[in-house]
C-alpha cells in the first residue's frame, strides 16, 4: 500500500543495510552495548513513580475508595479515566500491528513490536484500574460467573460484565501475539549472545526454536491468523468500553456513536503513544537507517486521520443534543461548553482537534521536536476527554439535590502518576533486553527491497 | 448481451418506471414521494460512493483502481442527475415530512433545524460540495498508469472530511427527519457506509461484466478482483457493526423516544425483512468473502455483490418505508427502477466512451489519462 504520495522517494530501509546488518545493529542494542546513562535515569525516575504506584494502591487497600475524590453521583472517577486512556493506548498499539499487517502496510515492520509492547504494558495499566475502582479488591473474582452457593450470578445483559470478559481476553491474547511474534528473535538473540546467562535467558523465552523451514511454516500461519483474530478483538474490545457509557442513561453518556467513537479515540492515542516512544527511541538507539522519515510520516498521517474521525465525532456529539432537543441533553453539552470542566472540555479540543491540524503540513510533520510535542499533546488530550466524558456528564445528574463537584484528590493524582510510572518501567526494561525492531521482519523488508533495487 | 443492448435496456425501463410512477403519484402523491426517496437514498450510493472510493484510492494507493477505474469516472458523472430527480420532493415536502405540516411542526423541539428553506438550502449545499469534489477528482486525479495513488493528498483528504459531514447531515435530513423525535448519533455512519457499499458494489459489477476490460499494468486482472473482494468484506464489516451498535444501544436502554423506531421494524412483516437484510447483506456475503476463490471467480464475485446490491435496497426501504402508513407499496420496486434505470443508462453511456478511449490508448505503455477526455466528452 502506497501511503505516501509526497515522500515516496524516503525508502522504508536507508540504502547500505543487509541482512547482516539488521541482525547486528538491533541484537548489539539488548547484548553487547553498555547500559547507557539515559536508560538509567530513565528507568530510575519511572520506577521511583512505579512505587508511587505500590504506595498509593496499599493506601487503597488498607483504607479504602474514600481516599479517592469520587462520591456519589460522581462515582466513576480518576480510575475509570484512567482505565479507558490505558486500555485505548494498548487498543492502538494492537490495531498498528495487527489491522496493517492484514492490509500488508511497509511502515509497520519497523514499528510493530515497540507498538505490541506498549500494548502490553498499558493493557497492565489499564487493568489494574477497575479492580482498583471495586472497592473490595479481594472479591474481584465475584465477576467472573460461577456457581456458587449463594445462587447469585452476574448480569450478563451488562456490558460491564462483557468489559471483564473482553479485558481478560485481550490481556492474554495481548501477551500471546506478543510472545509470539518474538519467538525467532529470541532465537536470534540465543545464537549471538556473548555470556552464558544471556544464553540460559534467551534460549528458555525461544522455546527451541531452530529456524527449521518447518517452523517457519508453522510461525506464518500462526501469526497470520493470530492477526486476523486480533484486529477485530480489539474492535470489539474497546467498542464495548464505548458500550460502558452508552448502556447507561446518564445524559453525555447515552448515544449511539460512542462504540466507533471510542475506537477512534484509542487508535488516536495509540499512533500518538506510538510516536512519542519512537522519536526518541530512534535517535537514542541511533536507529534511524531502521526507523526512516518514512515511517515517521506514515505514523503521523494516519494519526492525523484518526484525528480527524475523532473529531466527526465531537462534532455529533455537540450536534445531537440540540437537534432532539433533549433538556438533559442540552444541559448536559452546556455544561461542557461553560461550566465548570469547562475547562478541560476546550483543552481536550485544543489538543485533539486544533493543534493537530499542523500535520497536515508535510515540512511540519518532519519536524521531530514538534511532532513529538503534537504527540504528547494528544496523550495529554486523549485523558481529558476521557476524564469529560466521565466526570462532566456524571456531576450534574437528573436530580438537582444530588449535584456534586467532583475533584481527584491527592491519592488520584498518585494513582495517574503510578500508573504512567508502570508503563514506563516496563517499557524502560523492554528497551534493554529485548529486541525493538522485529528483526526477522526488517531481513525479510530489506531482502525485499534489495531484490527491488 | 452487449453494453449497448443494455444501456438501452436501462433506458427503457427507467422511463417506464418514471411514467409509471409520476401517473400513480396523482392518487397516492405519499406512496409515491416514499418509494422515491427511498430509492433516491439508495441510487445516490453510485456517486458518493465513487467519489469516496477515488479519494480513499488517492490517500492509500493501490492497483485495485485500475480495474475499476471507468466505472468510477463514469459513476462521478451521474451525480447531476441525483439534484433533478429530488426536486419534485421540494415542492410536496409536507407528505413526507412531518415537520414540514405546520399543526405537527408546532409540538416539535428542533424545528430551528427542520425547516423548509434552510432543508433547501442545504440539500444546495451539499451538491455543491459534491460537486466540486467531484470535478476535482475527474480533472486532476491521475487514478493512471502504475496504479500508485494520484498526488491529490491534501486535496482528497480534505474532500473526505467534507464528504463525511454533508453524507451524515444528508442522512439526518433525508431519513432520520422522517421520524422528527428519533435521533441517533451512529446514523450518518450507517447510511454512509451502506451508500458506499452500494457504489462498490456497482463498480465491481460493471468490470466484471466488461469483458472488454482494459487492463493495463501487469498481473493477471483476477488478483485485482481478489482486492476489491477484500475491500466490499471489509466494508460490508463495517457496516454490520454500525448497524449492530446502533441496535444494541438502543435495544439495552428501551427508551421511549428511541425504541420507537425499531418497534415499527423488528415486529410483524417488517421484522422478517430486516432478517432477510442480516442475512444477505451480511451473513452470506461474508462467509462467501472469506473464502479466497470466490473474490477470484468472477461469477461467484459478481453474485455477491448483486446479492448485495438487492438486499442494499431493501435495507433502504426497511429504514425509510416504515414510517408512512401505506408501507411498502407497488411504487417502491417501480420508483427503484425508473430512477435505477435512468442513471444506469446515463452511467453506461459514460462508461462505453470511457472503455473505448481507454482501448484506443492501451498500447501507450503509462500514463493513460481518459478521465480528462471523458469528462469534457
Known sequence: MTLLADIREAPPV??????????????????????????????????????????????????????????????????????????????????????????????????????????????????????????????????????????????????????????????????????????????????????????????????????????????????????????????????????????????????????????????????????????????????????????????????????????????????????????????????????????????KILFNVVIPQLLWFPRLRLNEPLLFLVSVGIIFGMWLERYVIVVSSLYQDFMPSAWYFFAGSLWDWLTLAGSIGLFLTGIFIFLRLVPIIAMFEMRELVHREEGAG | MTLLQLRRGALGAGLAGTVACAIGAIWAPQEFFAAWLAAYVFWLGVPLGALALVEVHDLTGGRWALTVRPGLTASLLTLPLFILVFIPIFFFLPELYSWARPDEAAYLPNTFYLDAPFFIGRFAGYFVIWLILAAIALLRSPLDGDGASGGLGAVSGIGLVLLAFTATFAAFDWVMSLEPHWFSTMFGLIVGSGQFTTGLCVVILVALMAKRMPAPGEGPPSDRFHDLGSILLAVLLLWAYFEFMQFLIIWEEDLRDEIGWYVKRLYGPWGSVMLTIVLGHFVVPFLALIWSPVKRSRGALGAVCALVLVTGLIDVWWMVLPEFPGGFTWFAPVAAMGMGGLALALFLWRFERGLAKAERRIPAPRGVRFERGVSHG
Open chain 1, 14 to 347: 536507508e540504502p547500505g543495510q543487509n541482512l547482516a546488518t539488521v541482525s547486528n545493529r538491533v541484537s548489539d542494542i539488548a547484548l553487547r552495548m553498555p547500559t547507557p546513562r539515559w536508560w538509567w535515569a530513565g528507568f530510575g525516575a519511572s520506577f521511583l513513580l512505579f512505587i508511587i504506584l505500590c504506595i498509593a494502591a496499599g493506601n487503597l487497600f488498607v483504607s479504602g475508595i474514600g481516599i479517592w475524590g469520587v462520591n456519589i453521583p460522581v462515582a466513576w472517577g480518576f480510575a475509570l479515566a484512567n482505565y479507558v486512556w490505558w486500555i485505548g493506548v494498548a487498543s492502538g498499539g494492537t490495531i498498528i500491528s495487527a489491522l496493517f499487517f492484514i492490509t500488508r502496510s511497509e511502515w509497520r515492520t519497523a514499528v510493530n513490536r515497540v507498538a505490541e509492547t506498549m500494548t502490553l504494558f498499558a493493557a497492565a495499566a489499564a487493568g489494574l484500574m477497575p479492580i482498583f475502582h471495586l472497592g473490595r479488591q479481594g472479591l474481584f473474582y465475584w465477576l467472573f460467573p460461577y456457581p456458587n452457593v449463594m445462587g447469585i450470578w452476574p448480569q450478563f445483559r451488562s456490558p460491564l460484565l462483557w468489559d471483564f470478559f473482553a479485558l481478560l481476553c485481550y490481556i492474554i491474547a495481548s501477551i500471546l501475539f506478543w510472545y509470539i511474534g518474538l519467538l525467532p528473535d529470541w532465537a536470534a538473540l540465543r545464537d549471538r549472545a556473548p555470556t552464558r546467562w544471556q544464553q540460559v535467558f534467551y534460549g528458555t523465552l525461544a522455546c527451541g526454536w531452530t529456524g527449521a523451514a518447518r517452523h517457519w511454516k508453522r510461525f506464518r500461519v500462526v501469526y497470520g491468523i493470530m492477526c486476523a483474530f486480533m484486529a477485530p478483538m480489539v474492535m470489539s474490545v474497546h467498542s464495548i468500553v464505548g458500550l460502558d457509557f452508552a448502556g447507561g442513561l446518564t445524559p453525555g453518556w447515552h448515544s449511539t456513536q460512542f462504540p466507533p467513537y471510542f475506537v477512534f479515540g484509542a487508535v488516536y492515542s495509540g499512533f500518538a503513544t506510538v510516536l512519542f516512544l519512537v522519536l526518541p527511541i530512534r535517535r537514542l538507539y541511533r536507529l534511524e537507517a531502521f526507523i526512516t522519515e518514512y515511517h515517521i510520516n506514515a505514523l503521523a498521517k494516519m494519526m492525523l486521520a484518526t484525528g480527524l474521525m475523532l473529531t466527526y465525532s465531537y462534532a455529533l456529539e455537540a450536534f445531537m443534543p440540540y437537534y432532539s432537543g433533549n433538556p438533559y441533553d442540552v444541559k448536559q453539552i452546556r455544561n461542557d461548553f461553560f461550566d465548570l470542566y469547562a475547562l478541560q472540555y476546550w483543552g
